[in-house]
């Protein structure tokens, strides 16, 4: 039981704590571009939904002619995650490769889908990335379920010209923050600074990891769950008040009205992360040049943010070419050409450090007016807080779209505390009922 | 005995020669009705030639029923996403939907024939198994089907989604009013005295008597089969087999950092109602189910 | 030909006669087996099935699946969730069928009525929304709901009317079923024109020399000989309102008031796909199959004698 001796030793710093550190890159030597020695031909298949794949796919395939690697494009919501679980139970039919959000590693590790591909790994790909980046996809342990690809540290985005109309102050502070919105709301009812998501789990997950939030940890053999810690509370709380005073809108994030909202310049800021760039340039394009991005709001001195979306690539425990798999996932990560179009086609932010400097050296097209803007996401991203994902993020997910969902259409501030502690309930029963051990 | 007095097929319907021609005065109220009910079912529909003649920006800010310029950039864009493959989702739908509706057509009318035409031991039974089938929501099979069929390995290819679709209870159910009502059992007797065997007779006096009802049996098959969902999106991980269904879905959920491709998805929507559009219009007079025929008495 | 090889031959052909029926069924039979009651005894399997995990659940072997008698059962029908969203779905299907069967016979009754006009047009479209996937469907009609993108409410807002939100938690419920009717209406509407059709005008002839109106006629001969098919609309209609899925789980994106366990088979997916747990989808599924079962077994009996009379006379 390599692996909970491991666990137990990592305890505290367990699961995706994903600090973006700028540290140094380590041997910064070169994966090898996938000879493979024996002469056989190996195909992959690789389940993705995230744009640009391909033509990380199609350089990959240019250069090694004997590991052919194929798209499958699919859809990105959960249920994905269980077309490959109902694959690895079948016993056939998962792929090779399969991009893996952050917070499902553990469930995917616990319900065995994901390979340990430490040994087939090439030497010094974990010099790549930030320590606890890496330990996102190795959870605390010796084993690695995966090569991280994006990170999402969270910023503050917001309509510049907006601002300078209405002479409005960037905010720095979650007190100003709420002032902010609420001044703007008053000198124009239709605006709002930003709006409560009920749909957007993660979103939410983000802001109270920012609050210093662990909603998971392991303590021993056992998993804690502390949904319902202070820190979640007070960001819902918070969140609360300013949606009982209507200051800020209570309707969900990606609907048509939203992006009508973004376009006619009524939703006035978005508390987002790095990935942002692409979704105002997709859904707003008219409003170029009139955003601007800010460190996230703060609750006390200390600058830090928390993490919205970012993956890894996995190998499936059912591939029969896992080194292979390794090889390509590892270059496809972490090697500066790839990255460069991981960038530049898939518009994310890369998880390779040594590769940040070149792929990120001008701005996003749609923030040309903001120079700085990497330099300034460079130092964000280093101050993402720890954060521990347990084995059913899933149902605490779900938790949260129906007990958020009737707190927001409900506009009560004692709603929102309650759906936290709705949240840590459903949690806590289903990781019982399922037989986990949980520490009290 | 029987009677063909109902039987499904399209006959004409008859001249009514009316005997107090002032009845005939059109009726303002029936149809403004009838129009508003049309209206009300077509406006979503203009809604999507509309939204699909926007370019991503003007569907979010110019007024929704307003037409723009764009639908051939959109078309174009949409062909173009990813070498033509929703080009190749819509080939793989007129697949799944042509070849697995007509097998199961076939499919139908035998066991529609078997149940309607003979006595046999267990026909009670089996017709109420079979029809009990449509009790049970195709979410829930997906899942058990797909760990069946991977048994065989046979999940990801065209099969695993044609096979299930070839069983409908429906279909089988509408085959045997169709036998019932527009197959005679003096006919049958005839060919057996005239030496046929059952086969013949089925496939000879049977199948052509009941083909109007058939094609109406395949249309709807053929509609059920283009508009699922959940079984394709189980069976298959490679996209270059997907229906227009589980493709339209992919570009709509591309994850939070991704904008969902709206313009595309609303574009693509459009394209796939065409060819169901045109069924409707070129073979209207088989769509018409009789789903009671048998109980009308004369 | 002797006599005795005509017998035999006779036999043979009694034979052929008597197994033939099976030769007709067995390919649905053999599809009916591996398609259906195969997928059905295995979802009857994972019902009573359950998986334990040990410790942390990490690493292998951490999962295994043992038996569960009736728990998934029990748990499911004593799950506030599952009781609340049956309650939506009972409101959901009153709502729905009696405006749904009303209209298609309204809209059959118009379509075969001499006092109407338009009528080739209007059938084509009341019937092209059965073209369009429930999906789709529902998209579409999102677009219109939401009020930010809305031709309606931009057009209510220009007329200064005070439109509450469609999408709010009191009003969701139409606009789900709105979505069902726009699906469905053409279809039976479709179903009992055919009906209609199928009278001989001869009754009509004779109701009109006895003075009869449109209406009266409508009423006393036109919509008694529909019954058989509204009655068959009527079961399969609760059918799908038990099984209603696509509309609100398209939606639930759009809005907070449609929970993730809003309808029983949504619940179903939740369980399934968002939670991992065949387990007890299957064991809710299972509930939902016996419901409909004997919703619908009862009214079938009550209308099968009348549906295939015809058939078991001969």
């Known amino acids: 039981m390599r692996l909970h001796t491991s666990l137990r030793l990592a305890a505290v710093v367990a699961a995706t704590a994903l600090l973006a550190t700028a540290c140094s890159s380590g041997g910064g030597d070169e994966t090898t571009d996938g000879s493979t020695g024996s002469g056989e031909k190996v195909e992959l298949t690789f389940w993705t939904w995230a744009p640009g794949m391909e033509e990380v796919v199609d350089a990959w395939n240019a250069k090694n002619p004997n590991i052919h690697v194929t798209v499958n494009k699919q859809d990105g919501g959960d249920p994905a995650v269980t077309k490959l679980l109902t694959a690895i139970k079948a016993g056939s039919g998962a792929p090779d490769i399969f991009q893996t959000e952050y917070q499902k590693i553990p469930t995917l590790v616990s319900s065995d889908a994901l390979a340990d591909i430490a040994d087939v790994l090439p030497d010094g790909t974990k010099d790549h990335f930030a320590a606890g980046t890496w330990e996102a996809v190795t959870l605390g342990s010796d084993a690695v379920y995966g090569v991280p690809q994006d990170s999402g540290p969270m910023e503050f985005y917001y309509r510049d010209d907006v601002f300078q109309q209405l002479g409005l102050q960037v905010p720095t502070t979650w007190e100003q923050y709420a002032e902010v919105a609420e001044q703007l709301h008053t000198a124009d009812p239709t605006k709002y600074l930003g709006t409560f998501s009920a749909t957007d789990a993660g979103w939410f997950t983000g802001l109270t990891q920012q609050a210093g939030a662990s909603w998971w940890g392991i303590d021993g053999d056992a998993w804690s769950v502390e949904i319902n810690s202070v820190q979640t509370l007070k960001v819902a709380q918070y969140w609360g008040d300013l949606v009982e005073k209507g200051v800020i809108d209570n309707k969900p994030m990606y609907t048509p009205e939203w992006n009508a909202a973004l376009n006619d310049g009524t939703q006035v800021g978005w508390l987002s992360a790095i990935w942002a760039p692409g979704v105002l340039e997709g859904n707003a394009p008219d409003t170029a040049g009139k955003w601007k991005m800010a460190p996230m709001p703060q609750w006390d001195g200390d600058n830090a943010t928390g993490n919205w979306g970012g993956s890894a690539s996995s190998v499936t425990s059912q591939s029969k070419h896992a080194k292979e798999a390794a090889q390509f996932i590892a270059w496809m990560n972490s090697d500066q050409e790839a990255v460069n179009i991981l960038v530049s086609a898939g518009g994310l932010y890369p998880a390779d450090i040594p590769g940040q400097a070149e792929a990120l050296a001008n701005p996003p097209a749609f923030f040309s007016n903001q120079p700085d803007f990497y330099t300034l996401a460079g130092q964000i991203a280093q101050t993402v807080t720890p954060f521990t994902y347990g084995p059913n993020v899933n149902v605490a997910y779900s938790a949260y779209n129906d007990e958020f969902g009737k707190a927001t259409e409900a506009k009560k501030a004692s709603a929102f505390t309650d759906a936290v502690q709705a949240m840590q309930t459903a949690t806590v029963d289903d990781l019982k009922s399922s037989g986990f051990t949980v520490k009290d | ?298 | 030909m002797t006599t005795t090889e005509l017998a035999a031959s006779a036999a043979a052909v009694r034979r052929r006669r008597r197994l033939a029926p099976y030769g007709f069924l067995a390919p649905a039979m053999v599809l009916f087996a591996l398609f259906l009651a195969l997928p059905i005894g295995y979802a009857l399997y994972l019902s009573l099935r359950t998986v334990k995990v040990s410790g942390l659940g990490l690493g292998k072997g951490a999962r295994t699946e043992i038996w569960a008698g009736f728990t998934n059962y029990t748990a499911a029908l004593t799950d506030p969730e599952f009781i609340a969203s049956v309650v939506r779905v009972t409101l959901y299907g009153l709502l729905l069928v009696p405006t749904m069967l009303g209209l298609a016979l309204l809209f059959a009754l118009l379509l075969d009525s001499r006092r109407t006009c338009g009528k080739g047009v209007s059938k084509i479209a009341i019937f092209l929304p059965y073209a369009v996937p429930a999906v789709i469907a529902s998209l579409l009609w999102g677009f219109l709901y939401l009020p930010g993108v809305s031709p309606f409410y931009y057009v209510f807002e220009k007329l200064g009317w005070d439109v509450p939100d469609i999408l709010s938690a009191q009003w969701v419920v139409f606009a789900i079923a709105n979505i069902g009717l726009w699906g469905g209406v053409g279809f039976n509407m479709l179903v009992i024109y055919t009906s209609l059709k199928s009278i001989p005008s001869e009754l009509y002839e004779a109701a009109r020399l006895d003075g009869a109106s449109e209406i009266g006629i409508a009423l006393r001969i036109k919509i008694p000989i529909a019954m058989p098919s509204l009655i068959l609309t009527f079961l399969f209609s609760m059918v799908a309102t038990l099984q209603v899925f696509a509309e609100p789980m398209t939606l639930r994106p759009l809005t907070n008031t449609i929970s993730s366990t809003w309808s029983p088979l949504m619940k179903v997916y939740r369980d399934a796909f968002t939670r991992d747990d065949i387990y007890s989808a299957s064991a809710t599924s299972v509930v939902i199959a016996v419901a409909t079962f004997v919703l619908s077994f009862g009214f079938l009996l009550l209308v099968q004698n009348r549906a295939f009379a015809q058939e078991s006379r001969s």
């Open chain 2, 1 to 298: 005995m029987t009677t063909t007095l109902t039987r499904p097929s399209p006959t004409p319907v008859p001249v009514r020669t009316s005997l107090d021609q002032r009845r005939h005065r059109p009726s303002a109220p029936a149809t403004i009705t009838l129009l508003l009910g049309a209206l009300y079912c077509l406006l979503p529909v203009v809604w999507v030639v509309m939204a699909s003649s926007k370019s991503a920006g003007e569907l979010f800010s110019t007024f929704t029923f307003a037409p723009s310029t764009h639908l051939w950039d959109n078309i174009q864009e949409l062909s173009t996403y990813r070498g033509g493959l929703y080009w190749r989702w819509m080939v793989n739908t007129v697949i799944y939907a042509g070849v697995g509706g007509g097998l199961s057509v076939l499919i139908s009318a035998m066991a529609g024939y078997g149940l309607a035409k003979y006595q046999f031991v267990g026909k009670k039974a089996i017709f109420y198994v079979i029809l009990a089938g449509v009790l049970v929501p195709g979410v829930v099979l997906a899942v058990p089907q797909y760990l069946l069929l991977a048994k065989v390995g046979l999940t990801n290819t065209y099969l695993s989604v044609l096979l299930p679709s070839l069983i409908s209870p429906y279909g089988i159910y509408l085959s045997r009013i169709y036998a019932a009502a527009a197959v005679p059992d003096d006919v049958i007797e005839a060919a057996r005295t005239d030496g046929a065997g059952e086969l013949k007779t089925f496939l000879q006096i049977a199948v052509p008597m009941m083909k109007p009802g058939l094609v109406t049996v395949f249309l709807f098959q053929f509609v059920a089969i283009w508009n699922n969902f959940m079984l394709p999106y189980i069976m298959l991980g490679n996209d270059r087999l997907f229906p227009i269904t589980v493709g339209l879905s992919g570009l709509l959920n591309q994850g939070a950092s991704q904008p969902a491709m709206y313009t595309s998805v609303i574009t693509g929507a459009l394209l796939s109602i065409i060819p169901l559009a045109a069924l409707f219009l070129t073979l209207q007079r088989y769509w018409q189910v009789d789903l009671a025929a048998g109980a009308v008495k004369a």
